[in-house]
């Protein structure tokens, strides 16, 4: 049953009703506006259960449109009306006259809007959603990589990623529409991982075991021979992340600072990068538990937040915590991402801060961010039976990611619904 069964028991007389038309701002496209007896919200009367704020639709998708039928005689059928406009207007029709069952199974139309409302209208009652929903186009991603290619970073036209195609591991640089030629950046017989640009695309850094152990590298955009690659640490690092412009001479990485353990330090050093760059002492932000690929980000009010995903026991597979860049050592708050008895994994950070995404299962999944907290609800942005992983997030609509929809593994990229 899709209401309580006391609604059926309430008085068939509904005592006070409001019976001007006055009182209702009417659409007149809308084909039921002359009715001059309309119910307003409160008992007895048919009202929207499903959708009724913040649901995320797809295009063609079947849903399911729930109502209360409440217990109006003369509602026997209802009017189903779809507003792209928030309310506005509501000039498109979903089902005429249907029964008022309390349901109605609907393929979504190719009218994307992010300010839906729903109306519901019989011969008496009337009702609309209490917030708008989304109504979405899924994402059409696209191949950027032919070779195989993993863990991508783009930023301004440039798209950074590792790849074996040619035996080991290298860093290799490209940009998504093609436009420039594949340069291979590292040629090193060792294993060159994990490339990160800073945000203009003109600093590179990754992680080479050329030394015998994981250490951070850096270089710069022009990548002229293998020997301009620069060493940044020598007490082991993997996973570095760029502090954002205008101050750039800064990462974030995970260092090992315990064996089998990686923990949250921050590196400061001088630019430009020359091969005479000295390699300064780490300074450790977080430690304690196991980490996952950090993201430092410059907030709109100007906090320098550092995200990442922590492993402790004691928070569960489903949490992405934050710690203030500038504080010192601290105690990191908390980001539950709420999915239950799902591992979320690699989470990445836009540039400006306002957008999240995570990998949960197979699917990577995209949610808005205000001052180090979800807002809103977590919308899948990925759907192949394939494994998508590894987003990188160029903007607040852009974004980058690795999959191995063509059998084997190479970097996609699409633009957010």
């Not at 995970?254 to 630019?271: A, D, E, H, R, Y």
Request: hydrophobic residues 35%; contains cysteine; proline residues 7%.
């Amino acid at each position: 049953m899709r209401y309580p069964d006391y609604v059926k028991c309430l008085p068939m007389f509904l005592g006070i009703c409001v019976a001007m038309c006055g009182c209702v701002k009417t659409d007149n496209s809308n084909p039921i506006h002359n009715n001059t007896f309309i119910i307003f919200p409160g008992e007895g009367k048919a009202s929207v259960l499903q959708p009724n704020g913040e649901e995320q639709w797809f295009i063609g998708s079947e849903q399911e449109i729930i109502w209360n039928p409440g217990v109006v005689p003369e509602d026997t059928t209802i009017t189903l009306l779809l507003s792209l406009d928030g309310g506005g207007n509501y000039p498109h029709i979903i089902v005429s006259n249907t029964a008022n069952d309390g349901s109605f199974i609907w393929i979504v139309p190719d009218l994307p809007s992010k300010n839906s409302i729903l109306q519901i209208a019989g011969p008496v009652s009337r009702d609309v959603s209490d917030k708008k929903f989304l109504i979405l186009r899924k994402p059409n991603p696209k191949q950027v990589t032919t070779g195989g290619g993993e863990w991508p970073s783009w930023r301004s036209d440039r798209l950074a990623f590792m790849s074996e195609r040619n035996g080991n591991w290298d860093i290799f640089v490209t940009t998504v529409n093609g436009t420039s030629p594949l340069i291979q950046v590292t040629t090193s017989t060792a294993d060159d991982r994990y490339p990160n640009y800073d945000n203009k695309g003109f600093h590179l850094t990754f992680t080479s075991n050329r030394t015998g152990q994981q250490e951070i590298w850096a270089t710069t955009q022009f990548f002229n021979r293998n020997t301009d690659k620069i060493q940044l640490t020598n007490i082991g690092g993997t996973h570095p992340s760029w502090r954002p412009l205008p101050t750039s001479a800064e990462l974030v990485f995970l260092s090992f600072t315990s064996p089998g353990l990686f923990n949250i330090s921050v590196l400061k050093f001088q630019l430009p990068l020359t091969l005479s760059t000295s390699i300064p002492s780490p300074g450790l932000l977080a430690d304690n538990t196991n980490k996952e690929r950090p993201n430092w980000v410059i907030e709109s009010s100007g906090v320098n937040r550092i995200y990442y995903k922590d492993f402790g026991a004691r928070t569960g597979p489903n949490v992405v915590k934050t710690l203030i860049a500038n504080s010192g050592f601290n105690l990191p708050e908390s980001i539950v991402v709420l999915f239950s008895n799902s591992l979320v994994r690699n989470p990445s950070i836009s540039p400006s801060g306002g957008k999240m995404a995570v990998t949960i299962g197979h699917d990577i999944w995209v949610m808005d961010l205000k001052d180090g907290q979800i807002t809103g609800k977590p919308l899948q942005v990925t759907f192949d039976p394939a494994t998508d992983d590894v987003a990188d997030l160029h903007s607040d609509i852009t974004m980058a990611f690795q999959s191995n929809r063509t059998g084997r593994t190479e970097i996609w990229w699409l633009t957010l619904p």
